[in-house]
């Protein structure tokens, strides 16, 4: 009789034994399976690819030969030299980061994945989704992604609501999105997004984007007065009227607005002439264009989403100062380059005293979905005139999205980190760290990509 108690005295040690395990393993699977709170997130949840080492350098300048109408070459600057240190973070693109008084970075992304979240989409229609991060850190090599999250908001008429112009500032974080259309598939299999949209509005949020409050505008009665979607040249995109004000992004003034020349925030956004002297197929896309718009307002909750608050570049007087009116209709570009403009940000340099403004170049003629140029311009004006500093041909090969967040600019201002992303088009090769290596520059990724580079002065004379 004892042994048999013992016996099962030890069955049921076993069998409580193998449950606890069994329990544990259940627990660990679950752990393990459960979609990562972005508060705990670290760097091996984040896809990185880093290169600290400065390699050999790559150059651009304005010299050489440049496509018909180009702008005058910067007296001042001869272009820029990429050290070849750069840091990716993400599988995500549309990075746009907005330097906000706690010291953190808040930016918007889209069309992919952070961590493991599902795939990320702004090409839903009635459930486009847009995705929103912090980003902390001083050194560009060795940032954390933070409190990531994702906002569904209607794109219908179209079929896409990207994020363009974000902006932190008094602790409001201002978030744009955009509408994109590409409804004949004979011409998006060439040219992707060959419709660009209007500016929808901006949302907003009071607690660092924990909580959201929706912009009252609606992708078919933006913010703006632009033409309707059933006035766009859908079949083609080739003929007016177009956007003006499109993809608009906020002139980076740097740590909450602090360069602000006179305490608003500035918006510039890519659009086209109409009529336009040489239309094309995808004239006015999300990357390409015709010229440059600029807008102004006093930031506030009340006034982001009020067109009767905002002003436009709408030309010059006699003596060369700019003229600003509230009339939409007015509106006139700050810089053109008929065929060559596209996406655009413009930020601030205060070591150099100057404004840079990035814009890409996707279109190749029968295609805008192959390498594009990029090209960066000067100006000690906000309105300008610009100057070409570089022209980047095949940058990245492709890349888009150029940005310089004026947190990473050296104290003497000739030292900066470009931001942007790449290579869309290239499948699961856009994050293989074999094939981004080799890129051109070294580093360009399907990401957060930032890449150190340098400004080159002309010796004073």
């Not at 404004?355 to 090209?375: A, E, N, P, Q, W």
């Amino acid at each position: 009789m004892y042994r048999r108690l013992m016996l099962l005295l030890a069955i049921g040690v076993w069998a409580i034994g193998v449950w606890a395990i069994g329990v544990w393993a259940i627990g660990v699977w679950v752990i393990a399976e459960e979609p990562e709170l972005a508060s705990d997130a670290t760097k091996e949840t984040v896809w990185t690819a880093i290169e600290v080492r400065p390699t050999m350098p790559t150059t651009y300048e304005a010299s050489g030969e440049l496509p018909s109408g180009a702008p005058p070459v910067s007296e001042r600057f001869r272009g820029v030299e990429f050290s070849g240190r750069y840091a990716n973070y993400t599988k995500a693109d549309t990075w746009y980061p907005s330097w906000a008084s706690d010291g953190h970075l808040y930016s918007p992304w889209t069309d992919g994945t952070i961590g493991k979240m599902d795939f990320v989409w702004s090409a839903k229609g009635k459930d486009a989704e847009t995705g929103y991060a912090r980003i902390e850190g001083d050194d560009p090599l060795d940032l954390k992604i933070a409190d990531w999250g994702t906002r569904v908001a209607s794109a219908s008429p179209f079929q896409g609501r990207y994020p363009c112009g974000s902006l932190l500032h008094d602790g409001v974080w201002y978030y744009g999105t955009y509408g994109l259309d590409q409804p004949v598939k004979t011409v998006s299999s060439d040219f992707g997004w060959y419709v660009l949209g209007p500016l929808v509005g901006f949302s907003w949020s009071i607690d660092f984007g924990k909580t959201w409050h929706e912009t009252p505008h609606t992708a078919d009665k933006p913010l703006f007065q632009e033409v309707a979607r059933d006035q766009l040249d859908l079949n083609q995109g080739k003929a007016g009227p177009f956007i003006k004000m499109g993809a608009p992004h906020f002139v980076d003034f740097g740590k909450n607005m602090e360069h602000s020349p006179d305490g608003k925030a500035y918006l510039v956004g890519h659009g086209a002439e109409s009529p336009d002297r040489h239309p094309r197929l995808a004239n006015n896309s999300w990357v390409t264009g015709d010229s440059v718009y600029m807008a102004r307002v006093t930031p506030s909750i009340g006034n982001i989403n009020d067109v009767s608050k905002y002003e436009f570049f709408c030309g010059r007087n006699e003596n060369g100062e700019p003229i600003w009116t509230r009339d939409f209709q007015e509106i006139k570009p700050i810089f053109s380059w008929n065929n060559h403009c596209g996406i655009t940000t413009v930020s601030y340099n205060p070591g150099l005293k100057q404004y840079f403004m990035c814009i890409t170049d996707g279109h190749r003629k029968v295609t805008s979905r192959l390498k594009y140029t990029s090209y960066i311009l000067a100006s000690d004006r906000l309105t300008g005139p610009w100057k070409l500093v570089a022209h980047m041909k095949n940058f990245g090969p492709q890349a888009y999205f150029l940005n310089i967040p004026s947190k990473f600019v050296s104290d003497d201002g000739k030292t900066m980190w470009l931001c942007y992303s790449a290579n869309y088009m290239e499948g699961n090769r856009r994050n293989d760290p074999a094939y981004v290596a080799k890129t051109e520059p070294a580093g360009s990724a399907y990401s957060l990509s930032l890449h150190e580079f340098k400004v080159m002065e002309n010796d004073a004379e």
